[in-house]
């Protein structure tokens, strides 16, 4: 069982940045997928950022150039720094988890409110 805490949401301006922090009760060294996602009212969720292990991170179009996500093994944390934030960005930002491939989990989310 993994338990992830999200925190860092909040109002912003447009334009204006926020990190974004996901607490993982456990080690991340191990865990395969780490990821972002996000749901904004009446939308379906959609990812925003993803980071295995092994590779480079993927980003979604919308976000790209805009967003950096990093995990810090040693304090168990994956980070999503948004810069010049949109209001189209505005919604619940989930932090999601994937386990030896099998196993999935999610945070409860912070919201995100950036105002033009």
């Known amino acids: 069982q993994v338990q992830l805490v999200e925190s860092g949401g909040g109002l912003v301006q447009a334009g204006g940045s926020l990190r974004l922090s996901c607490a993982a009760s456990t080690t991340i060294r191990d865990i395969n997928t780490l990821a972002w996602y996000r749901q904004a009212p009446g939308k379906q969720r959609e990812l925003v950022a993803i980071?295995?292990?092994?590779?480079?991170?993927h980003y979604a179009d919308s976000v790209k150039g805009r967003f950096t996500i990093s995990r810090d093994n040693a304090k168990n944390t994956v980070y999503l720094q948004m810069y010049n934030l949109q209001p189209e960005d505005t919604a619940v930002y989930l932090c999601?988890?994937?386990?030896?491939?099998?196993?999935?989990?999610w945070g409860q989310g912070t919201q995100v409110t950036v105002s033009s």
């Open positions: 980071t295995h292990i092994i590779g480079s991170p």
């Open positions: 999601n988890a994937i386990v030896r491939g099998v196993h999935t989990y």
